[in-house]
């Protein structure tokens, strides 16, 4: 099977930069995905990493160990619209199904 | 492009009575899937499909059903509603269901049984 573990809660200012960790257990690695959810909103995909390595998207970059099953989303020059919840997800055992971890919620405060 | 579309955005039930969700996407993906999120949690997969007429369960699947006849539609039914259902549902697809693919999700159905 799979889990994942995050922060409950991450509280920053606006305009700084905020890190929000994940790590993994999985028998199959297939990649680990960074989504977004605004409260009584639908999850967007925010990025993907397959290799080790930051992967850059405008203000948002994501990061993967594969050796240390770890990865972390990275926020920069954080707006008010950034609040939200922040879930990573890997790919199934069976490389066919999602298992996202229990999310974290990002506060931004002026 | 509608993009993935789910029916109804509430719903109220009363234990023991059965519905069906509704999720239609229009981009000819192959991979669909259903979740429940409960409040202050993640999403957990309930069922998912590859493609018409295949369909697989997911972590929590008991107390549901689905059916994939075809690529665009992928209803979710409850058999017997039980309070412990009460949860919103999002419907997800993606071109393959393969890694990396980006799921994108339908705006999901709000569920209170009492």
């Known amino acids: 099977g799979q889990s994942l573990e995050q922060p409950s809660e991450v509280t920053a200012v606006e305009g700084a930069i905020v890190q929000i960790n994940c790590t993994y257990q999985t028998s199959g690695f297939y990649g680990l995905s960074w989504y977004q959810q605004h409260d009584g909103g639908a999850p967007t995909f925010l990025s993907y990493?397959?290799?080790?390595g930051l992967e850059e998207t405008g203000r948002f970059s994501s990061f993967l160990s594969r050796s240390d099953s770890y990865g972390y989303l990275l926020l920069q020059e954080l707006q008010m619209k950034d609040s939200a919840s922040y879930f990573c997800?890997?790919?199934?055992?069976?490389?066919?199904?999602?298992?996202f971890g229990p999310g974290t919620r990002l506060s931004v405060l002026p | 492009n509608a993009g993935v579309t789910q029916t109804p955005k509430f719903q109220v039930l009363k234990t023991g009575q059965s519905m069906t969700l509704q999720c239609a996407q229009d981009?000819?993906?192959?991979?669909m899937s259903w979740y429940r999120q409960d409040p202050g949690m993640g999403l957990r997969l309930i069922h998912y499909s590859v493609g018409a007429g295949i369909t697989d369960q997911g972590e929590v699947p008991n107390g549901y059903n689905v059916s994939r006849s075809t690529t665009e539609d992928f209803p979710l039914r409850l058999l017997s509603a039980a309070p412990s259902q009460t949860s919103v549902y999002f419907c997800?697809?993606?071109?393959?269901?393969?890694?990396?693919?980006?799921?994108?999700f339908g705006p999901g159905t709000r569920l209170t049984v009492l």
């Open positions: 997800a697809s993606s071109y393959s269901g393969g890694r990396g693919d980006t799921q994108y």
């Open positions: 981009m000819n993906h192959e991979y």
């Open positions: 990493n397959a290799l080790d």
């Open positions: 997800a890997v790919m199934g055992d069976y490389g066919q199904n999602f298992v």
